[in-house]
Every structure is written in structure tokens, then in C-alpha cells.
């Protein structure tokens, strides 16, 4: 299926000049030029006035329209999945905080297991905030679930191929061995709640 995006603001990384359009088939972006190299048999949708630009992808957000990822429920996924797409989030990492093992466990399950929304923003998998941080700069996360890193705890989560970003402080004890053994896995990392 093709749609022609008419009469908006298009922003790219060099300024695109007025009467310019751009062509989506198959929800991707196919081409952009003027409009008057389209079809008119294309259905056309009009955004004067708007901004048109390209999805955004959310690496790190716990929760949003009263869901949350540690609700470690589908129906969670999906009410957030649907209230990011409506905010123009195409796609997204739900993000856990420090919790216990058993939690985690759950939000990872809930990811692998979720079948994604027809409408809704798409998840790439999941990403852990902790509970590797350090206790001081723990700002807003459960200061009960901070602890040394294990790698023995990290293994599965990191073997379970969903976990595609990790936030930690890197001067707690262990983790440097988490942040080798991820990486190795294709696992980004993050510094954060560091002092």
C-alpha cells in the first residue's frame, strides 16, 4: 500500500524545498521529491501545517498511560506500545528498574512471550536499568534491589537474546565481567546512576 505525504514541513538533515513530498509503501519511506513526479492515483494525505519526520526510537522508558514494564503484563506492553505510538514513537526498548531477580525474570518473560500490537509502537526487546548502580546516585530506583553485580544472575538475561541495552555504574564490583561477556553478545551499555 502506498500514501503520498503532501504540504508538510518535511525535516531531514538538509533543508527540503517547498512543493516536495513523500512517498510511504509499506509503511516505509520509499522517496522523497517533488509532488508533481507522483502519481495522482496515489492516495494523498495532507499535513499542512505539520511537521513530518521519521518515527522515533525510545532506548530507555519504564512506562507510559498508566503502564508500567515491571507490570510484567501483556496488556501492559500494549497500552504503552499504543500510547507511544500516538506520540510518535515507532519502536521502543521497555526498561526495568533495580528489582529483584525474580521481577526482572517476569519483565524479560513478559517481552519474549508479548506478541506485538497491530497499531501500537514495536518492542525491540528490553532494557535493564540495574540493579547494578551505584547505592548514592540511585535517584528514583529502589535503593532495597541495588547490589553488587553477579554474573551469574546476568547470565540468562543476557543468553535470553532480548536484552539489547544495559545501564549500570561501572564501579561496582563485577560488572566490568557483565559489560565483556554482553558486549561480546552485541549488547550496548550505558553509564548511569554512576557517582
Same mark, same amino acid.
Given at each position: 500500500?502506498?500514501?503520498?505525504?503532501?504540504?508538510?514541513?518535511?525535516?531531514?538533515?538538509?533543508?527540503?524545498?517547498?512543493?516536495?513530498?513523500?512517498?510511504?509503501?509499506?509503511?516505509?519511506?520509499?522517496?522523497?521529491?517533488?509532488?508533481t513526479q507522483f502519481s495522482t492515483e496515489i492516495p494523498r494525505?495532507?499535513?499542512?501545517?505539520?511537521?513530518?519526520? /521519521?518515527? +522515533?526510537?525510545?532506548?530507555?522508558?519504564?512506562?507510559?498511560? !498508566?503502564?508500567?514494564?515491571?507490570? %510484567?503484563?501483556? $496488556?501492559?506492553?500494549?497500552?504503552?506500545?499504543?500510547?507511544?505510538?500516538?506520540?510518535?514513537?515507532?519502536?521502543?526498548?521497555?526498561?526495568?528498574?533495580?528489582?529483584?531477580?525474580?521481577?526482572?525474570?517476569?519483565?524479560?518473560?513478559?517481552?519474549?512471550?508479548?506478541?506485538?500490537?497491530?497499531?501500537?509502537?514495536?518492542?525491540?526487546?528490553?532494557?535493564?536499568?540495574? /540493579?547494578? +548502580?551505584?547505592?548514592?546516585?540511585?535517584?528514583?530506583?529502589? !535503593?532495597?534491589?541495588?547490589?553488587? %553485580?553477579?554474573? $551469574?544472575?546476568?547470565?540468562?538475561?543476557?543468553?535470553?537474546?532480548?536484552?539489547?541495552?544495559?545501564?549500570?555504574?561501572?564501579?561496582v564490583d563485577g560488572v566490568m565481567q557483565i559489560i565483556d561477556?554482553?558486549?561480546?553478545?552485541?549488547?550496548?551499555?550505558?553509564?548511569?546512576?554512576?557517582?
Amino acid at each position: 500500500m502506498q500514501t503520498l505525504i503532501i504540504n508538510g514541513n518535511i525535516l531531514t538533515p538538509a533543508p527540503v524545498p517547498a512543493g516536495h513530498a513523500i512517498l510511504v509503501s509499506d509503511g516505509r519511506i520509499a522517496a522523497l521529491a517533488a509532488t508533481t513526479q507522483f502519481s495522482t492515483e496515489i492516495p494523498r494525505l495532507d499535513a499542512h501545517g505539520m511537521w513530518v519526520v /521519521p518515527g +522515533l526510537i525510545d532506548v530507555h522508558v519504564h512506562g507510559g498511560a !498508566g503502564s508500567d514494564t515491571m507490570d %510484567a503484563q501483556h $496488556a501492559a506492553l500494549d497500552h504503552m506500545a499504543e500510547f507511544f505510538a500516538s506520540r510518535g514513537v515507532t519502536s521502543f526498548l521497555p526498561t526495568t528498574v533495580a528489582a529483584s531477580k525474580e521481577a526482572i525474570d517476569f519483565a524479560i518473560e513478559c517481552v519474549r512471550t508479548y506478541r506485538q500490537s497491530e497499531t501500537g509502537a514495536r518492542v525491540l526487546g528490553i532494557h535493564l536499568e540495574g /540493579p547494578n +548502580l551505584a547505592h548514592p546516585s540511585k535517584g528514583a530506583q529502589p !535503593g532495597a534491589h541495588i547490589r553488587p %553485580a553477579d554474573p $551469574a544472575e546476568y547470565t540468562p538475561w543476557l543468553e535470553s537474546g532480548l536484552v539489547r541495552m544495559i545501564t549500570l555504574a561501572p564501579e561496582v564490583d563485577g560488572v566490568m565481567q557483565i559489560i565483556d561477556y554482553g558486549t561480546a553478545l552485541g549488547v550496548k551499555f550505558a553509564v548511569g546512576h554512576s557517582q
